[in-house]
């Protein structure tokens, strides 16, 4: 794996702890993600920020904001904040993935890509409300309550397999949980649900 410079990474960090638009949050973020390959971005605690910088900066794409910001290295939650310095919103970020699957295995040298026929497609479609559920409740468990917008980057795809089934069946799970948090967001298929 090549060597991560972590200077560059908390220069990067520090830039995008400040409130600034989405446009330049985004600029940063490509150029802080194009001196990172994607095993270390994706295999590497260092990196973490990044991730949850990028999931920050596609929800607002889809949600209009003045203003956005990653949380400070040293704060333990919130993991970002849209809007204004006066009137932040907490955002809580976290990604759902397969039961079993280790984040960045893909990107590993000699890693084989994930075949399935039909039956797997389908098995992974069932499996997508089941893992987000799981997601949401330990969130919840965390007691931010309230006090936050949680945004779930839903890392699994369904190949199109039970689509409106699987929608239907997010809707019911953010339904179920909307008391716990001040809304619930889910980042699935170039689609904010």
Avoid: H
Wanted: hydrophobic share 40%.
């Amino acid at each position: 794996m090549p060597e991560l410079d972590l200077v560059k990474l908390a220069e990067g960090r520090k830039a995008l702890e400040a409130w600034q638009t989405p446009e330049q949050f985004k600029a940063k973020i490509d150029a802080l993600a194009d001196a990172v390959d994607s095993e270390a971005l994706f295999n590497r605690n260092e990196t973490q920020f990044l991730r949850d910088a990028m999931t920050l900066e596609t929800f607002t794409r889809y949600r209009a904001t003045e203003q956005v910001r990653l949380a400070s290295a040293n704060d333990q939650w919130p993991d970002g904040f849209i809007g204004t310095p006066k009137e932040p919103v907490n955002i809580e970020v976290t990604e759902v993935m397969e039961e079993g699957r280790k984040r960045g295995d893909e990107y590993k040298e000699g890693a084989q890509p994930l075949d399935g026929n039909a039956e797997d497609w389908r098995r992974r479609a069932l499996d997508i409300p089941v893992q987000l559920e799981k997601a949401i409740k330990r969130k919840k468990n965390k007691g931010y309550g309230k006090k936050c917008k949680l945004v779930i980057y839903l890392n699994m795809s369904n190949y199109g397999v039970l689509q409106k089934e699987t929608e239907a069946k997010i809707a019911a799970i953010k339904a179920k949980y909307a008391a716990d948090f001040q809304e619930i967001c889910v980042l699935w298929q170039q689609k904010l649900l």
